[in-house]
């Protein structure tokens, strides 16, 4: 494609995934009535009868409550649209590979999206851990109380960002079907790889919390690895395959 080409596509790509996430906001806003404000704030609610103080969540402006559930709906749309727009970004780049190529595609597709939900999962397991570790600095005697949008803040950031993370993987596989990079560049950067996880999980979990930081980032190496052991497997079999043609063309 000429670079106008790639500009329309990607313009389809990025409005297909708006509508989505649109939609998706739609009926986050409903769940956030329903169920969503309560599972957010029950880690909240736990410290507070477990230390026996005031703890609470609390709203200082009159507008903060609205403003709070549209932050609330649109990240709830981020989640649930998270099918439409991981294709999306995999359909743009689908014409970087071959025909034969294509074919994993899907695969990448259906390993995407359960790694995405299994990150968000994964910040929502730790973060009743960090509400309880960062409440308990509290003097005795003292009293609690978290404003409404930095907690929901730090709550939805820390969901979807490990969510994300735990998709990189799946991309590097992808740049390496597309010829971007080889599985030895992946393998001899891995070092600066667990550098930058560690850093990431420090950022995303308060630094005093080594062990949910340490919970996060064990199986984000993981995944690293695991991309890796799948371009080298791409990569022998790229080799051998073309090593079989320049014989035969001998």
């Not at 609470?56 to 649209?81: E, H, N, W």
């Not at 005697?141 to 730090?154: C, M, N, P, R």
């Not at 960002?161 to 393998?187: C, D, E, Q, R, T």
């Not at 340490?214 to 052991?229: D, G, I, N, Q, S």
Request: proline share 4%; net charge positive.
């Amino acid at each position: 494609m000429s670079l106008g080409a790639h500009l329309i596509e990607l313009r389809k790509r990025l409005f297909i995934s708006a509508i989505a996430i649109v939609v998706g906001a739609g009926l986050g806003w409903w769940l956030t009535n329903a169920f969503v404000w309560n599972a957010i704030q029950e880690p909240v609610n736990r410290v507070a009868e477990a230390q026996g103080n005031d703890t609470a969540i609390i709203f200082p402006t009159i507008s903060s409550a609205f403003d709070l559930q549209l932050q609330i709906a649109f990240t709830l749309g981020l989640v649930i649209s998270s099918p439409v727009w991981l294709y999306q970004v995999f359909a743009f780049l689908v014409p970087g590979l071959n025909t034969r190529e294509r074919k994993f595609t899907f695969v990448f597709f259906v390993t995407a999206i359960p790694l995405f939900f299994a990150g968000c999962a994964a910040g929502w397991f730790v973060l009743p851990n960090i509400v309880r570790l960062m409440t308990s600095f509290v003097p005795e005697g003292g009293q609690s109380l978290l404003t409404a949008k930095e907690y929901v803040d730090f709550v939805l950031k820390l969901v979807v960002a490990i969510g994300i993370a735990f998709v990189v993987p799946v991309f590097i596989v992808l740049l390496n079907f597309a010829g971007i990079i080889s599985a030895a560049s992946i393998i001899k950067s891995w070092r600066v790889a667990i550098l930058v996880i560690v850093l990431f999980t420090a950022i995303a979990t308060p630094s005093a919390d080594v062990i949910s930081m340490f919970m996060l980032a064990l199986p984000m190496v993981a995944l690293y690895f695991a991309a890796w052991f799948v371009a080298h497997l791409r990569d022998r079999r790229v080799e051998r395959r073309n090593r079989l043609e320049f014989e035969a063309a001998v």
